[in-house]
């Protein structure tokens, strides 16, 4: 059995070298896409309390990585949404759907997984010195 050859992408080389990810990897057919924020190329976090914002920075960041590797939304399976603010992820969601609309299509709303967890990132805890 032959063994497929992995086709990794970085969206921000120099950020993700110093955390020590891939943004998203290739075997085959499947691409699997690590989870995103919106910052910058450096790292910075953007649109700090405009949840909306944040979220429509990530997925510009996704749209990137699918179009690296000739995909859009329509090929996406599933996605996986972890937030430790639930309520105001799914408040916002729904409240600002038609503007979300341009970034995210119908049909991934449709195959979206929300999972609620206690903390997801600290910057500061992260980054090494």
């Known amino acids: 059995m032959a063994t497929e050859t992995p086709e990794f992408f970085n969206l921000r080389?120099?950020?993700?070298k110093q955390y020590g990810y891939t943004h998203a990897v290739k075997i085959?057919?499947?691409?699997?896409?690590?989870?995103?924020?919106?910052?910058?190329?450096?790292?910075?976090?953007?649109?700090?309390?405009?949840?909306?914002?944040?979220?429509k920075n990530a997925y510009d960041d996704l749209d990137k990585v699918l179009k690296h590797y000739g995909c859009t939304f329509d090929d996406v399976v599933v996605e996986n949404i972890f937030n430790d603010r639930y309520a105001r992820v799914f408040e916002?969601?729904?409240?600002?759907?038609?503007?979300?609309?341009?970034?995210?299509?119908?049909?991934?709303?449709?195959?979206?997984?929300?999972?609620?967890i206690a903390r997801i990132y600290d910057r500061d805890r992260t980054r090494s010195s």
Do not use: C, F, H, Y
């Open 13 to 16: 080389p120099e950020v993700e």
């Open 92 to 116: 916002t969601v729904w409240l600002s759907q038609r503007d979300l609309q341009k970034t995210i299509p119908n049909r991934l709303m449709a195959r979206r997984k929300r999972v609620g």
């Open 28 to 55: 085959g057919n499947d691409i699997k896409i690590s989870g995103a924020v919106s910052m910058d190329d450096e790292g910075n976090p953007t649109a700090i309390g405009d949840l909306a914002q944040q979220m």
